[in-house]
T-cell receptor, first 114, second 113 residues
Framework: EAGVTQFPSHSVIEKGQTVTLRCDPI?????LYWYRRVMGKEIKFLLH????????ESGMPNNRFLAERTGGTYSTLKVQPAELEDSGVYFC????????????FGPGTRLTVL | AQTVTQSQPEMSVQEAETVTLSCTYD???????LFWYKQPPSRQMILVIR??????QNATENRFSVNFQKAAKSFSLKISDSQLGDTAMYFC??????????FGQGTELSVKP
């Protein structure tokens, strides 16, 4: 079974540009989560999809961040326009069914905004 | 709001020895789950061990075991017979019925030969 995959692994952009991160969950996993770790700090929750619906987006920092999950499969997280403080590692995780199921993480996308 | 604290930013241990990573949390809920995740230098984060709060018995997975003290809100991870491959960042995480994980700051563990 393939794990959670994320693309790209690393992105370097200028302040004001747009970046789109992609996450492909484990096949059959209805729950998809986005998290972010800013340098040296704890990993923080951004949002949670159940299939194609946003279940909880309480962690999204501001309206420069837009997440979508087309057809309940892969998800994208777009940052537009990017700011310096958006730099960090963005993790995606997925779980099968019940919300108490174990979340499996992808390798993360390291975003650097210059 | 729930919080998770890992007070040891860095630790090191000699190969084959035992090390304990500490984690405390704060919550008013009675039913929840606790996890230890490991992120090796290659960056893929993997689950090490999971504990359900309603279970009194401490979880174990091979060389990894936890000391879960519910009243003290403490959840430490013990790694026995440490191996070089245990070198990683370790994250303690809390999980409630809301579905999101709340992480501690992480402990960077180095296993030395």
């Amino acid at each position: 079974e393939a794990g959670v995959t994320q693309f790209p692994s690393h992105s370097v952009i200028e302040k004001g540009q747009t970046v789109t991160l992609r996450c492909d969950p484990i096949s059959g996993h209805d729950n998809l989560y986005w998290y972010r770790r800013v340098m040296g700090k704890e990993i923080k929750f951004l949002l949670h999809f159940v299939k194609e619906s946003k279940q909880d987006e309480s962690g999204m920092p501001n309206n420069r961040f837009l997440a979508e999950r087309t057809g309940g499969t892969y998800s994208t997280l777009k940052v537009q326009p990017a700011e310096l403080e958006d730099s960090g590692v963005y993790f995606c995780a997925s779980s099968r069914g019940g919300i108490t199921d174990t979340q499996y993480f992808g390798p993360g996308t390291r975003l650097t905004v210059l | 709001a729930q919080t998770v604290t890992q007070s040891q930013p860095e630790m090191s241990v000699q190969e084959a020895e035992t090390v304990t990573l500490s984690c405390t949390y704060d919550t008013s809920e009675s039913n929840y789950y606790l996890f230890w995740y490991k992120q090796p230098p290659s960056r893929q984060m993997i689950l090490v061990i999971r504990q359900e709060a309603y279970k009194q018995q401490n979880a174990t997975e091979n060389r990894f075991s936890v000391n879960f003290q519910k009243a003290a809100k403490s959840f430490s991870l013990k790694i026995s017979d440490s191996q070089l491959g245990d070198t990683a960042m370790y994250f303690c995480a809390y999980y409630n019925q809301g579905g999101k994980l709340i992480f501690g700051q992480g402990t960077e563990l180095s296993v030395k030969p």
